[in-house]
């Protein structure tokens, strides 16, 4: 009740004591005691309304379930193939990244759940909207939804292969084609497309993928006598939203090793 409403009300209020019960006394000075009465009565409600209408309400994005990315099922299968599979693999590791479509939106804000009947989990991102899916039996049993708060079909979500990241960014040559030639047999026993895609293909090198937006990432090769070259040499990504920086195995030995003093979102391989 605002101000001029309460004082109609006490206006109203005496008219009629006025009519029923004849009190003969000015009305202003009733009006004007109820209103005394009243008024410290309803200030708190009045100046709270007040506060409500000046404050403007806060929108909440619901999350939304996009029909084109996979269940839950679907990746908890992904992620048991991995654990299974019965060829060396100690140096490869699975993650699920989503990417807009429009490579102008931004991702600031973007949040990924994980939902079902029972299930409700917020799923934090990794740098590069990377992320781990845990494996939960009651969130398979139910097949739980990816959802994000965008709107569906704005965002790809799918799962990356890729060659586990080192704590001190130091990576041995020697070591990253043992890597790059596991990532290539799980790639083509992971599925028949990939099979398919890498007929007749081998590791020629490494790509080490950066965000777009960095710029020049500090990224070197150090041969066995120490001496550091930059690798320079940027491609674009399969993702839009990346670039990689390229190093090529030497047709002799491997020796020597890349440091990464920026750390890539993933490393990849270069399959020729």
């Not at 991702?107 to 899916?133: A, C, N, W, Y």
């Amino acid at each position: 009740m605002n101000m001029q409403a309460l004082f109609l009300f006490c206006s109203k209020v005496c008219s009629s004591l006025q009519q029923k019960v004849g009190m003969k006394f000015p009305t202003s000075r009733t009006c004007y005691s109820l209103l005394s009465f009243l008024v410290p009565l309803a200030l708190p409600s009045i100046v709270k309304a007040q506060n409500e209408e000046a404050v403007p309400q806060s929108v909440t994005v619901a999350s939304t379930r996009d029909p084109q990315w996979m269940s839950y099922r679907k990746a908890h299968y992904t992620l048991e193939w991995l654990e299974s599979y019965p060829k060396p693999k100690n140096f490869i590791r699975l993650t699920f990244q989503l990417w807009p479509k429009d490579l102008n939106e931004s991702t600031e804000g973007v949040q990924f759940e994980l939902v079902g009947e029972k299930t409700r989990m917020l799923l934090p991102f990794e740098p590069g909207l990377h992320v781990t899916i845990p494996k939960l039996k009651e969130a398979y049993e139910e097949d739980a939804e990816f959802r994000i708060n965008r709107r569906a079909g704005t965002y790809f979500f799918q799962n990356t292969g890729s060659i586990k990241l080192n704590a001190n960014g130091v990576y041995p040559v020697k070591e990253l084609r043992v890597a790059c030639n596991q990532l290539l047999s799980v790639l083509r026993d992971g599925s028949i497309k990939y099979r398919l895609q890498y007929i007749g293909k081998d590791c020629k090198g490494i790509e080490f993928s950066y965000p777009k937006t960095m710029g020049n990432p500090s990224i070197f090769f150090r041969d066995s006598e120490g001496k550091l070259t930059k690798l320079d040499k940027l491609i674009p990504s399969s993702k839009r939203s990346e670039v990689g920086v390229l190093y090529k195995f030497p047709t002799e030995a491997d020796t020597g090793e890349i440091i990464t003093e920026t750390t890539p979102l993933l490393i990849g391989g270069l399959f020729e």
